[in-house]
């Protein structure tokens, strides 16, 4: 089995925390040191479920499992704070990599993620992948994030795209959701990896 883009493909958009760059495990440690802070146990069951959809969002839904009364921004400050902290140890998924610079040029190619844009920015400034994306979407940019197709959608309107000839690459359940809304090729990348 091999990772391809579709033959209606005309645009490419790549999710980035799991899809485009490996720093899932670090996102989840920051969850996990944030939560220790906080008095509970964020497992990982947790973290994937959620997976793709804003910190802000997901705070709400905690305070209701765990019957707590968190600050969506305090909390999503801090847990920003822990990743930061540890950005170096983010690493590019050479898989993704080697579609988006095959495609570079040739097709448009955004990023629609649940994060924030400016940790985004600094991921691929990081790692030297800035110049193969103008167009990022991130949850700044949308009201309704993952699993809503909203981020996606504004991608292909960036792009000039109808959303059906744009090939969603993603790692996560609300991403994958939100790209069927939106009426695109979906590509889940897990068994790709």
């Known amino acids: 089995m091999k990772l391809e883009i579709h033959k209606n493909?005309?645009?490419?958009?790549?999710?980035m925390d799991g899809t485009l760059v490996d720093s899932m495990p670090i996102h989840f440690r920051a969850w996990q040191l944030t939560a220790a802070e906080n008095g509970f146990k964020?497992?990982?069951?947790?973290?994937?479920?959620?997976a793709g959809m804003p910190t802000k969002k997901i705070v709400p839904l905690i305070n209701s499992q765990f019957g707590l009364n968190l600050d969506p921004v305090e909390f999503s400050r801090r847990k920003e704070e822990i990743f930061l902290?540890?950005?170096?140890?983010?690493?590019p998924i050479p898989l993704i990599m080697e579609i988006v610079k095959k495609y570079y040029g040739k097709l448009p190619i955004s990023i629609g993620t649940g994060g924030k844009k400016r940790i985004a920015l600094l991921t691929l400034e990081m790692l030297g992948l800035k110049k193969y994306f103008d167009i990022i979407i991130s949850a700044e940019d949308v009201q309704n994030h993952k699993p809503h197709p909203d981020t996606f959608l504004k991608c292909a309107e960036q792009m000039g795209v109808e959303p059906e000839f744009c090939q969603v690459f993603e790692d996560g359940d609300m991403g994958l959701i939100a790209a069927e809304k939106a009426g695109m090729i979906v590509t889940d990348i897990r068994p790709f990896l």
């Open 9 to 15: 493909a005309k645009a490419l958009i790549f999710d």
């Open 42 to 50: 964020y497992t990982e069951k947790n973290f994937y479920e959620t």
């Open 85 to 91: 902290e540890n950005i170096k140890d983010v690493k």
